[in-house]
């Protein structure tokens, strides 16, 4: 099982709302991550959580919230967001071993309004 | 300097030929890994194949494998007897050595959109 779920899958906000991303996954991983990814580019990492604890954060504007309750569970909390950050939200797991392949859920697609 | 380069902005194939893709990448790393990722009109960002830097043997993974050259620092993804079902934006991505595992991020490249053709 390679499963990592994300929802919702589209979600449109407006500029003044709050409203959360959530991901799961049930392999066991201890790292999670969020990624952006803008029409036609690359994905581009926003945070990084090992063992629900965050360990990497790319600059990301204080809009964005990352929250990790639990080793299953990784939540991007977004509150007064701008039409620029209507994106791709990819959630990704991996194991903390040599490999680390990265698999990413069906990811959110965000429209800001 | 670009860490992943894929110089095919878009591919087209005949259905049920071979394709390859190309990556090349920059790492002083002597420790890393190399990814293939397929990503449909979906969204989604499926994981067809993996390479680490001191893997002997290239990888396969069914139809895809990945022509790893280490002194040329590419890692193309060969897809053999393509599917219409192929047709997709196709990333190289690296990850580059750490010994803090977990704790690291995947550099992708520009992609290549691959449409099978019947």
């Not at chain 1, 990814?37 to 959580?49: D, I, N, S």
């Not at chain 2, 992943?4 to 002083?28: H, N, R």
């Not at chain 2, 934006?89 to 490249?109: D, H, I, P, S, V």
Request: glycine share 6%.
């Amino acid at each position: 099982d390679t499963e990592v779920t994300q929802t919702p899958k589209h979600l449109v906000m407006g500029m003044t709302n709050k409203k959360s991303l959530k991901c799961e996954q049930h392999m066991g991983h201890r790292a999670m991550y969020w990624y952006k990814q803008k029409a036609k580019k690359p994905p581009e990492l926003m945070f990084v959580y090992s063992y629900e604890k965050l360990s990497i954060n790319e600059s990301v504007p204080s809009r964005f919230s990352p929250e990790c309750p639990n080793s299953s569970l990784l939540n991007l909390h977004l509150h007064a967001l701008q039409p620029e950050d209507s994106a791709l939200y990819l959630c990704a797991s991996s194991q903390v071993n040599r490999d680390r392949i990265a698999f990413f859920g069906q990811g959110t697609r965000l429209t800001v309004v | 300097a670009q860490k992943i380069t894929q110089t095919q902005p878009g591919m087209f194939v005949q259905e049920k030929e071979a394709v390859t893709l190309d990556c090349t990448y920059d790492t002083s790393d002597q420790s890393y890994g190399l990814f293939w990722y397929k990503q449909p009109s979906s969204g989604e960002m499926i994981f067809l194949i993996y390479q680490g830097s001191y893997d002997e043997q290239n990888a396969t993974e069914g139809r895809y494998s990945l022509n790893f050259q280490k002194a040329r620092k590419s890692a193309n993804l060969v897809i053999s007897a393509s599917q219409l079902g192929d047709s997709a934006m196709y990333f190289c991505a690296m990850r580059e050595g750490t010994t803090n595992f977990g704790n690291e991020k995947l550099t992708f490249g520009t992609g290549t959109r691959l449409t099978i053709i019947p």
